[in-house]
């Protein structure tokens, strides 16, 4: 069974930090693009940012300067470091990757079960 477990979520006040970490584990074969998503009260999920195998990256353009992804392939885990929050930044963010578990040859989307993020004074 494959997984994805984040971590970093929290409460911070406008202009603060926050780092986000995602790690797939359990039986798979191979890690491919890997990203963020959020999802504010009311609102749909939308697009963080991506990162794929080789490091190429895309992001929203509400976060580009701000969000920074990386992942480290060696621990299958990606990263969201986000500076600068603003309150319009609160929101569940949820991880996902694309991997090919051991039992398939195919390629599956896996979604972490999200992180709350809240940037209020």
């Known amino acids: 069974q494959v997984q994805l477990v984040e971590s970093g979520g929290g409460l911070v006040q406008p202009g603060g930090s926050l780092r986000l970490s995602c790690a797939a584990s359990g039986s798979f074969f191979s890690v491919f693009a890997m990203g963020w998503y959020r999802q504010a009260p009311g609102m749909q999920r939308e697009l963080v940012a991506t990162?794929?195998?080789?490091?190429?990256?895309d992001s929203a353009d509400s976060v580009k300067v701000r969000f920074t992804i990386s992942r480290d392939n060696h621990k299958n885990t990606v990263y969201l470091q986000m500076n600068s929050l603003k309150p319009e930044d609160t929101a569940v963010y949820y991880c996902?990757?694309?991997?090919?578990?051991?039992?398939?040859?195919?390629?599956?989307?896996?979604w972490g079960q999200g992180t709350q993020v809240t940037v209020s004074s």
């Open positions: 996902c990757a694309n991997i090919q578990p051991s039992y398939s040859s195919s390629t599956v989307r896996y």
């Open positions: 990162i794929d195998t080789f490091g190429n990256t």
